[in-house]
């Protein structure tokens, strides 16, 4: 079954739904646009909002590492989860962006990823090709396929069977993991709470079950309150066309009870310990620049993938994953840099379409043509 097929079912499966969640839901475009001028007051003051989060982040009962590097990241969480450990991950784009997964096995430990789509990416050994359904470029029938070769079980080609089969596979890992690695979609300053968004239910495990949770993401998703990181939740699931999301899930600190003398202690029957390792890799540098600065602004909502006539017609392949489609053009630059983006940035035809479906409203096409000057000037 070709990409154009996959495609194009995921496409009439996402897009008609998003617009109907856009029309139901009115209220939602105002809340992008409160959303997007927060998060420009973060970008122009970057290095302060990270010190305020990293203080509430202590302040809660959880332990704070900024890292400059991916490679520092990567060790970063070495150093925590240690050798011969069952690691579970939550969907994270910065753990594919820093190959921590790859890391971690290097030390030992079993690790297994528990979104549905990550999980059918690790087990053919490939790259997610969308930012919110990695394995979009999997027809029903190849993911079954998948699973009878690497699992060795009979799967119908459906999506009930296949969801089915690796849930059961999953929980089991779930539930005897060590530890578990979540990403975030918005950190709260003020607060040092953790925000996901999610539908599966797996990221809710992931961040309970294991006595030792790790938060593992870029230092712009922090936005300035706890309400604004529930603001930013459900703009991303609207505009990702899935509105109400299943869960909305909120971290802060390790598990605690009250309920003796409302004396808090730590830990209840969640996680005994909360770390959260924020990532730079390019993104302060980024924030600094006077036209790559607005690509942090990006909430990660995949749209800008499917009205995009490049990614569909160079079968995803445009950008690094994860970081794909117009988006991705952005992000290879500021986590790869130019050398790496330029060539996809030559690709981009400048239709526009992206700019317009951003629910940030992000000047896409002014951002990638850059890139492309950047380039030519620099490598040609």
Known sequence: MSWDEAFLRAYNHSVPKTYAVLERYRHVRELAREVRRVREEVVRNLDRYVEEFGKSVERVGGRFYLAETAEEARETVVKIVGRGKVVVLGKNNVAIETRLRKRLEEEGNEVW?????????????????????????????????????????????????????????????????????????????????????????????????????????????????????????????????????????????PSSTADVENYRVSPAQGPREFHVVLVDNGRRRAARDPVLWEALLCIRCGRCHFHCPIYRVLDGKFGVPPYTGPMGVMWTAITRGIEEAGPHALKCAHAGNCKEVCPMEIDIPKIIQEIKMRYLKKYR
């Open 113 to 253: 990823e528990t979104d549905l789509g990550e999980f059918l990416v690790q087990l053919s050994d490939g790259e997610p090709s969308h930012i919110i359904a990695p394995a979009i470029h999997m027809t029903r029938e190849v993911a079954a396929e998948l699973l009878r070769k690497k699992l060795g079980v009979a799967v119908a080609p459906d999506p009930v069977a296949i969801a089915q089969r690796a849930r059961e596979f999953l929980r089991e890992k779930i539930l005897k993991a060590d530890v578990g690695i979540t990403g975030a979609n918005a950190l709260a300053a003020d607060t040092g709470a953790v925000v996901l968004v999610e539908n599966e239910g797996n990221i809710r495990l992931v961040s309970t079950v294991p006595p030792v949770h790790i938060v593992y993401d870029g230092v712009e998703k922090i936005v300035p309150t706890l309400i604004h990181a529930l603001l930013l939740a459900n703009v991303q699931a609207a505009y990702a066309g899935i509105y109400p999301p299943t869960y909305i899930n909120v971290s802060a600190g």
